[in-house]
């Protein structure tokens, strides 16, 4: 009989897994995020891993690092066999957007308009595995859709659902960083740059690069130094009002669509005063991806701004087309792993105990198994999580055991007078009789807590 040669287990880059005690925490933020959404009024939908490397290509737009990367499968044809030809391959979702726009196309004749989900799911992107970049991730969306038209409205709505998660985490303080798209476009082609996206890819760079690259990447583009300038003239500008309309009209450009842009993000940036401090206009915020096309958002932690942005968005007019109808749209995603990442990473962030379990039932011996079991199943039903304890070893091993991982309680059957049960706050040393179908574990005790640690 041979014997199981030993397989060497190597970590994969890019693949984040939790302890048990950071799942807590992403437990948290899920359930924290889901319920707002769903206080919104955002039902849930859940799309498929792939999609058409055409389709993702096609609607990408031109960031090499959201497309080009994407792990491809080979898709199986009709009669056919996988990885026959390139026709029908199949890529990861890079987003969450994609195949959303995908999904209303499909289902429009069996959906309400304005049609709006949240989706929380896995998305993979070919990027090099670094510090809260991962190659699998978890992503956090809310869109609204409709048909032919979509009431500007729903613009200023995005980030005030995001305001309010941010408001319910344990986390530092977060602002939404809003734009629209239309400013720097309409801005662009009245200083007479007719290359529009080119010079938002540039302008992207600014927080890795600096002004003073980008400016020289702009001149060797083709702009003129003067054109260079007044682009990060406009850049600059930031402000918590409106006050950034006559900044930019003080620059003496003019155009129609800048008209429109300074409209629309004034209309939002009124809206944002529901939650006052949560959102800021600031003109330098472009988003890589050219499927946006009027209000862009990003999302950054204050006192953190260095480890870039955590939720991020956009409105985009012709995302979802069947050739007939198009369906105008706008998005807003948390980047949770990301978040998570950092905020663990950095121990910001952690939970009150490693196991979801605010009672162990002591054993006195394997005998008595029967009897802990009974007392762990009568706290259950009560809703009161426990777990009986794997060995019947002494009182104070069994205690260490419960230390170790945070449980803040632990019973003993019998071990009253009378051969009553009693229960011991392992923290403050108190030991009281308690009944399993009566004791009342404290409110705060009866779950994990995640809580910021510094």
Partial sequence: MSTPRATKVTPLSGFPEYLPEQRIVEQHFIDVIRSTF????????????????????????????????????????EGG?????????????????????????????????????????????????????????????IDVVDTGELAPHFEAEMPLVMAEIFAKLPIPPMVIQVNNRKIPEGFYRGL???????????????????????????????????????????????????????????????????????????????????????????????????????TVYETQLIGYESWGSFCSGGRYDELASDGKNTYPGVGISIGLSRLLGLLLGKGLVGASR???SAVLVAVTDEGSRPASVAVATALRARGIPCEVAPVAAKF??????????GIPYVWFPGAGDGGGDQVKDIRSGEQVDADASAWQCPAEDLTVRVVPLR
């Fill in 38 to 77: 769903e206080l919104h009024g955002f039902p849930s939908i859940e799309t498929r891993a792939v999609e058409p490397v055409e389709r993702l290509l096609g609607k990408g737009g031109d960031a090499d690092k959201e497309i080009y990367g994407i792990h491809r499968l080979a898709a199986e044809d």
């Fill in 81 to 141: 066999s996988a990885g026959s030809s390139r026709e029908g391959e199949l890529g990861l979702h890079f987003d969450l957007t994609v195949p959303f726009a995908r999904y209303v196309v499909e289902n429009a004749g069996r959906l309400n308009f304005p049609f709006r989900r949240h989706q929380i799911q896995k998305v993979w992107r070919g990027e090099r595995p670094q510090e809260g970049r991962y190659r699998e991730f978890t992503q956090c969306d």
């Fill in 192 to 294: 007479g740059i007719d290359d529009v996206a080119g010079t938002l890819r540039v302008v992207d760079k600014l927080d890795k690069i600096g002004p003073d690259k980008v400016a020289a990447q702009l001149v060797e583009a083709g702009r003129t130094p003067e054109q260079a300038q007044a682009v990060l003239d406009l850049a600059s500008i930031r402000t918590q009002d409106t006050s950034f309309v006559e900044r930019v009209r003080a620059l003496g450009v003019e155009h129609p669509v800048l008209d429109e842009g300074l409209a629309a993000l004034a209309a939002v940036i009124e809206t944002g005063a529901a939650a006052p401090g949560a959102m800021v206009a600031d003109l330098r915020i472009a988003r890589g991806l050219d499927y946006y096309t009027g």
């Fill in 354 to 356: 490693k196991t979801p």
């Fill in 396 to 405: 104070g091993k069994q205690i260490r055991f419960a230390e170790r991982r």
